[in-house]
Antibody
Framework: QVQLQQSGAELAKPGSSVKISCKASGYTFTSYYISWIKQTTGQGLEYIGYINTGSGGTNYNEKFKGKATLTVDKSSSTAFMQLSSLTPDDSAVYYC???????????WGQGTLVTVSS | ETVLTQSPTTTAASPGEKVTITCRASSSVSYMHWYQQKSGASPKLWIYDTSKLASGVPNRFSGSGSGTSYSLIISSIESEDAATYYCQQKSSDPPTFGAGTKLELK
């Protein structure tokens, strides 16, 4: 069965970076994009962007350009998202989701809690 | 970006009642998806392409709409339906979500 397994919770200091992972299994990894979504109590669900797992090409929501960097390791079927120059506003649960153009997010990871605090 | 406005923000219903959740888009979209999220869990795809039920979703749920107005309808609510429901569009970039409707059981 399709599974997306995300890395564990992160506690980071303001100004630092974190890199979270999303390991896929149960399907052909390069046949689908991986998208990333941010969830906060105040802002709800926000789309960050996607990575084409076959080519490594990326597309970012303008709001997250410069904040998020998406990469992929095809050999391990794992997608990564690095968040840089962290501020308390980056504290959130981050989800990865399997994606394909014009289709819904049918599979989601379990979420990774990122807490930014000094 | 296309802004999705859900109403109501919260609602409470008794078992057996009919519930309608509305999602209005700031510009026309081709279809709408809906997700159910329970506390501490990831969102689950619930209804896709406006009216198609995801696998395992009870047929008391239905979806309808077009253009800028879409709805998720529960014909006869049950206790397990208590959750937050989000609409989402992928017709235009970036994909956007509604703010959610929290459904409580009386």
């Amino acid at each position: 069965q399709v599974q997306l397994q995300q890395s564990g919770a992160e506690l980071a200091k303001p100004g630092s970076s974190v890199k979270i992972s999303c390991k896929a299994s149960g399907y052909t990894f390069t046949s689908y994009y991986i998208s990333w979504i941010k969830q906060t109590t105040g802002q709800g669900l926000e789309y960050i962007g996607y990575i084409n797992t076959g080519s490594g090409g990326t597309n970012y929501n303008e709001k997250f350009k410069g904040k998020a960097t998406l990469t992929v390791d095809k050999s391990s079927s794992t997608a990564f998202m690095q968040l840089s120059s962290l501020t308390p506003d980056d504290s959130a649960v981050y989800y990865c989701a399997r994606d394909r153009m014009y289709t819904p997010f049918a599979y989601w990871g379990q979420g990774t809690l990122v807490t930014v605090s000094s | 970006e296309t802004v999705l406005t859900q109403s109501p923000t919260t609602t409470a219903a008794s078992p057996g009642e009919k519930v309608t959740i509305t999602c209005r888009a700031s510009s026309s979209v081709s279809y709408m998806h809906w997700y159910q999220q329970k506390s501490g869990a990831s969102p689950k795809l619930w209804i896709y392409d406006t009216s198609k039920l995801a696998s395992g979703v009870p047929n008391r749920f239905s979806g309808s709409g077009s253009g800028t107005s879409y709805s998720l309808i529960i014909s006869s609510i049950e206790s397990e339906d208590a959750a937050t429901y989000y609409c989402q569009q992928k017709s235009s970039d970036p994909p956007t979500f509604g703010a959610g409707t929290k459904l409580e059981l009386k």
